[in-house]
T-cell receptor, first 112, second 112 residues
Framework: AAGVIQSPRHLIKEKRETATLKCYPI?????VYWYQQGPGQDPQFLIS???????DKGSIPDRFSAQQFSDYHSELNMSSLELGDSALYFC???????????FGPGTRLTVL | QKEVEQNSGPLSVPEGAIASLNCTYS??????FFWYRQYSGKSPELIMS????GDKEDGRFTAQLNKASQYVSLLIRDSQPSDSATYLC????????????FGQGTRLTINP
């Protein structure tokens, strides 16, 4: 079965640079969620989109923005990167709001 | 106090025995409860979901929910070395909440 696709899988950036993470949900899934997992931490919810509209917002820094496109893929844009942004970033998708969330393989972001 | 609490372990269980993982949550209005398994550096993988009080069994896994006590547990029967991982309890609140709130995870080791 098709799963959530994330790209890139690994990303290395310098402080103050920008990064764009992409997420392609499971086919037919219309809801996308972004989570950040720091070393030794549990995943923290950042933001979600349903039918291309922001549906919920968590602890996402103002330096980050995200959107969902007409084909339901989503992009997380991160600017003025800080060392503390180094983490695993997971995208999850579901079929509709409130349904079970399935996680992608994640993007490991390292900020030097 | 975290919204979702788990014993971080490590929990060590001999192969073939029953592993018991516990989770408590603070939001009494929570509606949906999930157990995810996460191997180091990998994404969370859904093991079980449970929505109503009682037990739910799926193969070697049994999830138990007690909303009155705000308690969720996962039992793994006939534990295998491949079950060694971190188990994340995740809760989705009520009132249309979409985000998952995770516990800090319990690290489980199955000893051959």
């Amino acid at each position: 079965a098709a799963g959530v696709i994330q790209s890139p899988r690994h990303l290395i950036k310098e402080k103050r640079e920008t990064a764009t993470l992409k997420c392609y949900p499971i086919p037919r899934h219309d809801t996308v969620y972004w989570y950040q997992q720091g070393p030794g931490q549990d995943p923290q919810f950042l933001i979600s989109f349903y039918e291309k509209m922001q549906s919920d917002k968590g602890s996402i820094p103002d330096r980050f923005s995200a959107q969902q496109f007409s084909d339901y893929h989503s992009e997380l844009n991160m600017s003025s990167l800080e060392l503390g942004d180094s983490a695993l970033y997971f995208c999850a998708s579901s079929l509709g709001l409130g349904d079970t969330q399935y996680f992608g393989p994640g993007t490991r972001l390292t900020v030097l | 106090q975290k919204e979702v609490e788990q014993n971080s372990g490590p929990l060590s269980v001999p192969e073939g025995a029953i592993a018991s993982l516990n989770c408590t949550y603070s939001d009494r209005g929570s509606q949906s409860f999930f157990w995810y398994r996460q191997y180091s550096g990998k994404s969370p993988e859904l093991i079980m979901s449970i929505y109503s009080n009682g037990d739910k069994e799926d193969g070697r896994f049994t999830a138990q929910l007690n909303k009155a006590s705000q308690y969720v547990s996962l039992l793994i029967r006939d534990s295998q070395p491949s079950d060694s991982a971190t188990y994340l309890c995740a809760v989705r609140g009520g009132r249309g909440a979409q985000k998952l709130v995770f516990g800090q995870g319990t690290r489980l080791t199955i000893n051959p």
